[in-house]
């Protein structure tokens, strides 16, 4: 079910904003804040805070409508696990199931890539490659044969 904000038009019409589009949501508080019902009331409305209504009548006087749209989260530093050094790490844990995360962690750091012994642990966890699933995996199969 979609739910819409109304604007209510000087001349009777009403023009609805989706609940979903935050960008026009945020435009709209601002218009009514600053142009018609106040500040007060469109906070209230809208459900923001009054800090939050000046930071974003702040960004959009600096930037427009770039200013306020949602930013993606999360950092912004390019992260040390790519798909080569987690296949490196896979690698190596392969060609010795017994290494642990500490010499892996070395023999890659020998190889030019820098990263550290947290960073091989959550790869092999991810990928399910902890010793003991290893293990379990090698007995099977020599049972099977």
């Known amino acids: 079910m979609k739910k819409a904000i109304i604007l ?5 019409n009403d023009f609805e904003i989706d609940s979903n589009d ?3 949501i945020k435009m ?9 019902i106040g500040v007060y009331e469109a906070i209230k409305k809208y459900g923001y805070t009054e800090q939050r209504y000046y930071q974003l009548l ?3 006087n ?7 749209r949602d930013k993606k989260r999360g950092s912004n530093k390019h992260p040390v696990r790519n798909k080569e050094i987690t296949n490196q790490i896979i690698r190596h844990r392969f060609l010795d199931t017994e290494a642990s995360t500490e010499v892996i962690s070395q023999k890659l750091k020998q190889n030019g890539y820098n990263v550290s012994v947290r ?3 959550r790869t092999i966890t991810e990928y399910g490659l902890q010793k ?10 020599k049972k099977i044969k």
């Open 8 to 12: 209510k038009g000087i001349k009777g």
């Open 22 to 24: 935050k960008l026009s």
């Open 28 to 36: 709209a508080m601002l218009y009514e804040g600053h142009c018609t």
């Open 58 to 60: 702040k960004e959009y």
């Open 62 to 68: 600096e930037k427009g409508s770039e200013g306020i």
């Open 119 to 121: 960073s091989v642990e």
């Open 132 to 141: 003991k699933l290893i293990n379990l995996t090698l007995k099977k199969k």
